[in-house]
Structures are given as C-alpha cells and as structure tokens.
C-alpha cells in the first residue's frame, strides 16, 4: 500500500508560527492578514481532500453494511460449537481473560516506543529484551495514565491488581453492553453505553464519542469529521465479542460489527471483525494460526485487510524474531501511521506465529515489535490465552493481579476477576440460548 509523498505540512506550519511570533517582537507590521490566508488555503484544501471522489470499485469490495461483508466473505466454519461446553468455555475465557491483560499491561510501560528505546531502557534498568517478565522499572513512576493508575503500577515490584489502560476498558465495556442489551443489542445500544460510561476516549473513539454528545445518530457517529476510521481503535475492542460467542465465530464478528460501525468504516470494522472471529475460533482450536485463518473467514475476501493478513500468513515462516517483523511491515507499509489496523494486525499475527503456545514469548516478541504494542500484545495474549487456558500462562504474568482490575469507565472503577469470569460464563450461555 502505497501513499503520496506528503510535504512536510506540520513542519510548515510550526515554522510560520514561530516566525509570526519573532516578527511580531520585533514590531512587523501586516502579520493578520498573512496567517488569515494561510489558515484559508489550508482550510480549502482540507475541504478539496474531502470531496474527492473514492474508487468505486475498491467500494464494492470494502462495503460497510454486515450484509454486503457476508456476500463477500470465503467459506468458513462459521459455528464450531453446537452447544455451549461450560466447562471447556471456563477454563478457555480464563486464560483468553488474563493472557490479555498481561499482554496489554506488558506492552503498556513501552507502548508506542522505538524498538532501539525499548532496547535501551532495558539495558538501563537491568532487564532482558524480550522482556519476560513485566518491567522492573518505568519513566516517570508517579505519572498517572488516564488519570488512574500511577506509571509504577505496571512494574513488577509495583503492581497491585490490573493497571487501567483502554485496552482493557473496551473489554469491559463489551460485557456491560451485552449485560445492559442483550445478545440483540444494537449501534444505538451501543452509542447508549459509550454516553452511560465512557468519559473519554481516543482518535476515531473520541470523535464518535463527541459526535454522540452533539445527538448525532449512533450510524453517523463514526462518520462524521472522522479521518481515523481504519485505524486500531476498533480492533482492540474486538476480544469481547470472541468471549461472548465462543467458538462462533459468525456470532462473535457480527457483534463486532454492530459495536465497530459507531466509530470505524471499511477495514477499522473488519479489523475488530477478524479479530473477534479469531478469538473466538481459538475456544476450539489448539493452535493459534488456525484461528487467524478462521478469523479471515468473515471479512470480505479482497479487502486490504485481509489481503495483509494472508500476506503475513505468507511471510511468517521466515518472520523468527521481533526485528525481522518490523523490519517487514516497516517497509512492506511504508508511510503507514504507526497505530493502523492493519500493520498492527500482521505484527500480531507474528507474535502468534513466533511464540506459538509459549505464551512468554508470544507476548514477549509482540511487544518487543513496537508500534502499537500494547494493542497488539493484548490481542496476541487474549487468542494464546484462551488456547493453552490459565494453566498455559506462567505464574508470573498474573501474581500480582490479585483479582483486581481498575478502571476509568463511570460508575466502575474496580472489578473483581473472579467475578468477571462468571459474567462472562453467564452472558455467553445467554448468547447461546442456554
């Protein structure tokens, strides 16, 4: 995927704001009517961007409606459970529940840094890289992410039940909609639930968010003054609806649907679409490969998404390590911002590929790729998770959750694990009909 040189917009404008600001000390007359024009053209051109026609037929293979991307899908598998297996399912949502906050609050001490700062911070506090357990040491330990959790507590020595991250919020959420909604909850259901308990959000998330605020309709939400739509943020709110239909895959990417449309389009839904299908393919599967190709099996089959993902699927026998998966989307996606659906999507399919059923290192090589890697490892550790189930995930990544985890969402800032599993129990055995 190839994109158009870009001037250097930001740079640009940076320098005219310091030089409007150096000329006015030194008494320059006529500074107004320069930046008036200069806000103008840039105005025209953002609106001259927006106009511009899509390519039709690339539409026709990446519609947004559930209807079309289920024309459009290959043949699948689509249930993989005839009935709901309590047991089976209890074991699996367990490990699929705590592989993903660990992955995600592995990833979140580093989340966004350069392979070398990650490489060097390691060296500077004493610890491996891969990391193989959670990081002896953090930046600025009394920072506080999103408000809550200080930066220390995602350090080992630290910790003390599940540090807050969106990641995990979104999960959460995905429960508390089905709780509130029921299985045939709908977009609108959703736009409810994000007014009722997100207080905030991020990119594409913060635009429908606002947009609702504004009483746009919840299928306008995620349309409207949005140029965020195929980004991540849809994808790391996938992990929910594999929960709530395990081993349903169909079940669990229209669940995704309905929740992706009220913030995403085109690949930011089939994003949350694959994954969610993914996850829930890995409550009947033993490897985790296998329940990436099932994942594939419910979005359209020439979307870019999907064309990434079987091109992952090609490359990963010669992907061995972090650097050489980096290096592989750094340039296969060269241009790409660093929190996209899709180069995302194939670093995780890497780390699943790498680390196999060794959850350590499936977490471990994840993160250690950069970009988006607390998504991404959060993710990869939900599908390892649920494969090799709370006994496949060493004694370690878990200890200190002390069956906690905290929270930004309103009117629920603590949850209790044990307690979270049997809602999950509950409402999956409600999509079920038992």
């Given at each position: 995927m190839g994109y158009p040189k870009l001037p250097n917009l930001s740079g640009l404008g940076g320098q005219i704001h310091l030089y409007s600001q150096l000329k006015h000390e030194y008494g320059a007359k006529g500074i107004a009517p320069i930046l008036r024009n200069a806000e103008r053209a840039l105005k025209e051109a953002l609106s001259a961007l927006k106009r511009l026609p899509n390519d039709k037929s690339l539409r026709r293979q990446e519609p947004d409606s559930l209807e079309a991307i289920r024309r459009l899908r290959p043949n699948g598998p689509r249930r993989m459970w005839q009935h709901f297996d309590a047991?089976?399912?209890?074991?699996?949502?367990?490990?699929?529940?705590?592989?993903?906050?660990?992955?995600?609050?592995?990833?979140?001490?580093?989340?966004g840094w350069a392979i070398q700062g990650m490489k060097d911070w390691a060296k500077q506090v004493g610890d491996p890289f891969p990391p193989v357990h959670y990081w002896s040491g953090v930046p600025n330990p009394y920072h506080k992410r999103y408000g809550v959790s200080p930066c220390s507590a995602y350090t080992r020595g630290g910790m003390d039940g599940v540090p807050v991250d969106d990641d995990i919020a979104y999960t959460l959420?995905?429960?508390?909609?089905?709780?509130?909604?029921?299985p045939d909850f709908t977009i609108e259901d959703v736009g409810k639930a994000w007014l009722k308990y997100l207080p905030y959000a991020c990119t594409a998330e913060d635009i429908a968010l606002k947009n609702l605020k504004k009483k746009v309709p919840a299928r306008k939400a995620g349309e409207k003054d949005n140029p965020?739509?195929?980004?991540?943020?849809?994808?790391?709110?996938?992990?929910?609806?594999?929960?709530?239909?395990?081993?349903?895959?169909?079940?669990?990417?229209?669940?995704?649907?309905?929740?992706?449309?009220?913030?995403?389009?085109?690949?930011?839904?089939?994003?949350?679409?694959?994954?969610?299908?993914?996850?829930?393919?890995a409550f009947a599967v033993s490897?985790?490969?296998?329940?990436?190709?099932?994942?594939?099996?419910?979005?359209?089959?020439?979307?870019?998404?999907?064309?990434?993902?079987?091109?992952?699927?090609?490359?990963?026998?010669?992907?061995?390590?972090?650097?050489?998966?980096?290096?592989?989307?750094?340039?296969?996606?060269?241009?790409?911002?660093?929190?996209?659906?899709?180069?995302?999507?194939?670093?995780?399919?890497?780390?699943?590929?790498?680390?196999?059923?060794?959850?350590?290192?499936?977490?471990?090589?994840?993160?250690?790729?950069?970009?988006?890697?607390?998504?991404?490892?959060?993710?990869?550790?939900?599908?390892?998770?649920?494969?090799?189930?709370?006994?496949?995930i060493p004694r370690h990544w878990t200890s200190r959750f002390h069956n906690k985890v905290h929270s930004y969402l309103i009117g629920h800032k603590l949850f209790r694990i044990d307690n979270l599993l049997k809602r999950f129990v509950r409402q999956a055995r409600r999509v079920y009909g038992e």
């Open positions: 047991k089976e399912y209890a074991r699996r949502v367990e490990g699929a529940l705590l592989g993903r906050m660990a992955g995600c609050t592995l990833g979140a001490a580093v989340e959420l995905g429960l508390l909609i089905l709780e509130d909604f029921g965020f739509c195929q980004w991540i943020g849809a994808d790391i709110r996938s992990d929910p609806w594999g929960y709530l239909a395990p081993a349903w895959p169909e079940r669990a990417a229209e669940f995704a649907w309905r929740d992706a449309y009220i913030s995403h389009r085109r690949n930011g839904i089939y994003g949350e679409m694959f994954f969610s299908a993914a996850i829930s393919a490897d985790p490969m296998e329940a990436i190709e099932i994942g594939l099996t419910e979005i359209p089959r020439n979307c870019a998404t999907a064309k990434a993902v079987r091109w992952a699927l090609r490359q990963a026998p010669r992907i061995r390590d972090y650097q050489a998966a980096r290096n592989a989307v750094d340039e296969h996606f060269a241009g790409m911002h660093h929190v996209h659906t899709i180069n995302n999507a194939c670093l995780t399919i890497w780390g699943l590929s790498i680390g196999g059923r060794d959850f350590t290192k499936v977490i471990s090589q994840t993160v250690a790729m950069g970009l988006d890697n607390d998504c991404t490892a959060a993710t990869a550790g939900s599908i390892a998770g649920a494969i090799v189930g709370p006994e496949g």
